[in-house]
């Protein structure tokens, strides 16, 4: 079955970076972009950006942008979404999602990581 | 960037009700809209994907309509289960972004 499983929860200090992974199986890696969401506390779901397991093509949110690395190992099977410069309002539930390449929609989630900022 | 509004942002219902969720996108996206649902602590589930077609494995008793900047995501006869919080997205063009939620609470 389609399973997304990412790595666990981190508590960074403001201007540190974090690298949350998200490792694929169950189906053909390559065959579906990963995007990645994530929600503050209590608050709704942000797109923060795509990435093609194919070709490694990338869109990121302009609100992310220039702080936001999206990367894919299809040795692995395994996607990474790395934020630098990490402010408290980074503190949220970061999660990967599969996107088939037909048609844009998140078909399979993972569990989610949950990133702290705090000093 | 594309902006989606939901309504109502929560609403009180009883089981075996009819349940309907409006999304607006404040310009035209076609059928490019993504019905999720999320319960607490855990990922959102993929409801109906391109407006109106439902996901694999999701009840029938979850439809979507509408096209062009107005969406219905309506429930039939809500159950036990279907306590949650759902979320509209549109897929036209990046930033894909979402509405900003409506709660179903048990009434």
């Known amino acids: 079955q389609v399973q997304l499983v990412q790595s666990g929860a981190e508590v960074k200090k403001p201007g540190a970076s974090v690298k949350v992974s998200c490792k694929a199986s169950?189906?053909?890696?390559?065959?579906?972009?990963i995007s990645w969401v994530r929600q503050a506390p209590g608050q709704g779901l942000e797109w923060m950006g795509w990435?093609?397991?194919?070709?490694?093509?990338?869109k990121y949110a302009q609100k992310v942008q220039g702080r936001v690395t999206m990367t894919t190992d299809t040795s692995t099977t395994t996607a990474y979404m790395e934020l630098r410069s990490l402010r408290s309002d980074d503190t949220a539930a970061y999660y990967c999602a599969r996107e088939p390449t037909d048609w844009a929609h998140l078909d399979s989630w993972g569990q989610g990581t949950l990133v702290t900022v705090s000093s | 960037d594309i902006q989606m509004t939901q309504s109502p942002s929560s609403l009180s219902a009883s089981v075996g009700d009819r349940v309907t969720i409006t999304c607006r996108a404040s310009?035209?996206?076609?059928?490019?809209l993504n019905w999720y649902q999320q319960k607490p602590g855990k990922a959102p589930k993929l409801l109906i994907y391109a407006a109106s077609s439902l996901q694999s494995g999701v009840p029938s008793r979850f439809s979507g309509s509408g096209s062009g900047t107005d969406f219905t995501l309506t429930i039939s006869s809500l159950q036990p289960e279907d306590f949650a919080t759902y979320y509209c997205?549109?897929?036209?063009?990046?930033?894909?972004?979402f509405g900003q939620g409506a709660k179903v609470e048990i009434k």
């Open positions: 990435i093609s397991t194919y070709n490694g093509n990338t």
């Open positions: 169950g189906y053909n890696f390559i065959a579906y972009g």
């Open positions: 310009q035209s996206i076609s059928i490019f």
């Open positions: 997205q549109q897929s036209v063009s990046t930033p894909y972004t």
